[in-house]
């Protein structure tokens, strides 16, 4: 099984060894999984179209593509991610091999369960914003409240995505942040549904 995941940038490329470990617990044998980032946002409307049929077909096709875009994206494109998984299936049309996902409101809401992680990486004991991740939204969105307390911290430095989101996710089991986060769960799920393995309850 060869999926095909169109993720925003570094960040969620660096979530991919946590996915891979977390799945290979309940697989019996492992997808490979294609990460294809694009800077900044994932491609839209007809051009979203055109990348997944491509990825779809020739030689080199892929059994899958999932698209797996933030809600919050800097402009007004979408406005939860129910919305964003209507537009994504809307703009690539019927097509049973394509399964749009979306982070509500932005990646960082899947890291928010590991607060303690984030709270000695960063030195500062600021408390965690919410018990529903996927709840913190776009007047101060998840990467924000993480940029906050690194730059409050004595760890004297800013939240660097892909670093920090690696350092984060290290040794952690997925699980713990799907259990809070059904957005996640439902990624989670649409890999596990496609390699026939247990889903998440």
Request: with cysteine.
């Amino acid at each position: 099984m060869k999926i095909a995941i169109l993720v925003e940038g570094k960040t969620e490329k660096a979530f991919m060894p946590s996915l891979r470990s977390f799945l290979n617990s309940r697989l019996q044998q492992m997808p490979k999984l294609k990460p294809i980032t694009y800077d900044g946002r994932i491609p839209k409307k007809d051009k979203l179209k055109r990348v997944v049929e491509n990825l779809l077909t020739g030689k080199e096709a892929y059994d899958a593509v999932i698209a797996l875009t933030d809600v919050y994206t800097g402009t007004n494109d979408f406005i939860d991610a129910a919305d964003a998984k209507a537009k994504m299936a809307a703009w690539v049309g019927d097509n049973p091999k394509f399964f749009p996902h979306a982070a509500q409101y932005d990646f960082e809401a899947w890291l928010l369960p590991f607060w303690s992680t984030i709270q000695e990486l960063a030195k500062h004991n600021k408390s965690v914003p919410g018990n529903q991740p996927e709840k913190v939204n776009h007047d101060k969105p998840p990467a924000k409240h993480i940029q906050e307390i690194f730059e409050n911290g004595k760890c004297r430095d800013s939240y660097v995505k892909p670093r920090d989101a690696k350092r984060i996710l290290e040794g952690k089991d997925l699980g713990v942040a799907a259990a809070v986060c059904p957005e996640l769960k439902a990624f989670i799920n649409t890999i596990l549904a496609l390699c026939v393995g247990e889903l998440i309850d």
